[in-house]
């Protein structure tokens, strides 16, 4: 088991399970650099090209929530154990920015709307009656959250994944 079930928090970590992750990565083939082009190649091809896919709760809960027909009663929302929450940030760069983070916090509309978009919202009344009112099979709360990897450890670990795949273009040994 790489690193003992843990996650990598240093670069010596990461080089130690390497060898190990790597197949993962290098035996994918192609994938798109976000999770919305996957995402609407299931909705849209369904699940021959791609049975399962990796999103954000909030991508699958804007289309239930909006009640387009896009998720049909054989799909489901799946969330991994331990999960890894995913934290939107706003870097205001003057007084006016600072001001929309402010509101996006705690403005009853925006609040409103950004649960509309399937967004778990600071005042979850708005999220919570939404899944209530479309009868939404979620998680009703995220415990099992892990920190991801440090931004240094995962550039480590790319840029060895990255080395093995030139090896391997070139005919060196497989990981």
């Known amino acids: ?10 670069a010596s970590q990461g080089n130690a399970v390497i060898q190990d992750v790597a197949p993962l990565f290098l035996k994918q083939g192609f994938t ?9 190649d ?39 154990d331990p999960d890894v929450y995913s934290k939107h940030v706003i870097v205001p760069l003057d007084a006016n920015g ?20 399937g967004f778990r919202t600071n ?4 999220f919570n009656t939404l899944v209530q009112q479309h009868h939404a099979n979620i998680d009703p709360s995220i415990v099992d959250v ?4 440090s931004y240094e450890a995962l550039e480590n670990m790319i840029e060895k994944i990255e080395q093995l795949y030139a090896q391997n273009q070139g005919g060196g040994a497989s990981p």
């Not at 798109?32 to 609407?40: C, I, L, M, Q």
């Not at 005042?123 to 708005?126: A, E, G, I, Q, T």
């Not at 892990?146 to 990897?149: G, R, V």
């Open 1 to 10: 088991m790489p690193n003992q079930n843990n996650v990598v928090e240093h």
């Open 32 to 40: 798109a650099t976000s999770s919305e082009e996957p995402f609407d």
């Open 42 to 80: 299931y909705l849209a091809i369904g699940i021959g090209k791609a049975p399962m896919v990796f999103i954000y709760e909030a991508q699958y809960l804007a289309h239930v929530f909006a009640n387009d027909g896009a998720i049909t009663d054989q799909m489901r929302l799946m969330y991994p």
């Open 98 to 117: 600072d001001k929309v983070g402010r509101l996006l916090l705690s403005d009853p509309v925006l609040q409103q709307l950004a649960a509309q978009y």
């Open 123 to 126: 005042d979850p009344k708005f």
């Open 146 to 149: 892990i920190e991801p990897p």
